[in-house]
């Protein structure tokens, strides 16, 4: 597992929530992406060498909704890059950990990635996800 890729926030309304982030960092979000397949409305951040991913539900049945619903808005994963998606996500299933997909899905921002359940890893939803090429 290498470095945090970026941290994912949840929040009720992208638009608002975008200009929020746009006045903490001082610049526009770089990149605003749907995800269909996971129901979330995303836009990126940077500030210096750190990401941060905004995520809005897009319908109720999303994970986004269903997280807000029961914790409210906030942080809701942190995402660590790794080169080699497969062989980390079996090492990670290998020590006990729960993995979310086995195989690698399709994420926001050119990545595949991976999620490993909260209740294995201290209440921390943990995403890997790997560039890709
Ligand atoms: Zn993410």
């Not at 942080?75 to 299933?93: C, G, M, N, P, Y």
């Amino acid at each position: 597992m290498n470095k945090i890729e970026h941290i994912g926030i949840a929040v009720k309304d992208l638009e608002k929530s975008n200009k929020l982030f746009a006045a903490l960092f001082g610049k526009p979000n770089y990149k605003i992406e749907e995800v269909t397949s996971e129901g979330v409305k995303t836009a990126f951040f940077k500030s210096g060498p750190n990401k941060i991913e905004l995520l809005q539900a897009t319908h109720s049945e999303s994970p986004i909704a269903k997280f807000i619903e029961k914790k409210g808005e906030g942080i809701h994963h942190i995402a660590f890059a790794v080169s080699d998606i497969v062989s980390e996500t079996k090492r990670l299933q290998k020590e006990g950990f729960v993995v979310l997909n086995e195989t690698p899905k399709k994420g926001a921002d050119n990545k595949v990635v991976v999620f490993l359940h909260p209740k294995s890893t201290n209440g921390v939803l943990v995403e890997l996800c790997q560039e890709i090429e």
